[in-house]
């Protein structure tokens, strides 16, 4: 959330800084704070909110909504869904008490983009996982971090989005289908006679410049 003017207004130690961070607005000339919410699968019921200073970083306020919402729900069973911030050592190494179950995309660390490459060449069977509406072919592939000489087990699921596959191919095509017209709109180019680099390139650049 960003503000404008001073915002140097602390009533207390305790208040929040409101200060330059990073802005997911592209706004870095304008001060912020932090407001981060966990709301029910549906969206329609706030179940964690709370303010942060304006330099807090996203991944440092997990493990306190993680906590609080065990407390308010008094059970760990539950889905936890946050973005690929979710899946780090800050987030989870330093709360080894804290398992439970939740789900984010995956960062492409290069560790997890080596697990990735080899699941995605080696795996021997596929599973149909429910995803956006639909069943889609999916596999999981095991693997775990080392946080302070533990490791930690996590689990990656690898989908194949086919309405995603469609869209990236029908763009693709027409990309391929634009570039080919425009070829085929220049007119046929004089050969040049050149003998060396220095004349084709300026032979090519008075071609280019005549169209």
């Known amino acids: 959330m960003s503000v404008y003017g001073d915002a140097d207004n602390n009533k207390t130690e305790e208040s929040i800084r409101i200060g330059f961070g990073h802005s997911k607005k592209h706004r870095s000339d304008l001060k912020q704070l932090i407001w981060s919410m966990s709301v029910s699968s549906d969206h329609a019921f706030p179940l ?35 973005d690929s911030k979710l899946i780090s050592h800050q987030s989870h190494g330093p709360h080894p008490r804290s398992r439970g179950l939740f789900r984010s995309p ?12 080899h699941a995605l060449d080696e795996h021997d069977q596929e599973l149909l996982i429910a ?3 639909r069943f889609n072919r999916g596999f999981e592939a095991p ?44 007119p046929p180019a004089q050969p ?9 390139r300026q032979g090519l650049r008075a071609y280019l410049e005549g169209q």
Not at 58 to 66: A, H, K, L
Request: proline letters at 2%.
């Open 143 to 186: 693997m775990s971090f080392e946080y302070e000489k533990k490791q930690y087990p996590l689990r990656m699921i690898i989908l194949f989005d086919h309405g995603l596959c469609a869209r990236k191919r029908k763009s693709l095509d027409c990309r391929i289908e634009q570039s080919g017209l425009n070829f085929n709109s220049f």
């Open 131 to 133: 995803y956006k509406g």
């Open 48 to 82: 964690f909110q709370k303010a942060y200073s304006g330099n807090t970083a996203d991944v440092s306020t997990y493990v306190e909504q993680w906590h609080k919402l065990i407390e308010l729900l008094g059970s760990r069973d539950f889905l936890y869904v946050a």
């Open 106 to 117: 995956g960062p492409m660390y290069e560790s997890y983009k080596a697990v990735f490459e």
């Open 192 to 200: 040049l006679q050149t003998q060396n680099r220095a004349g084709h």
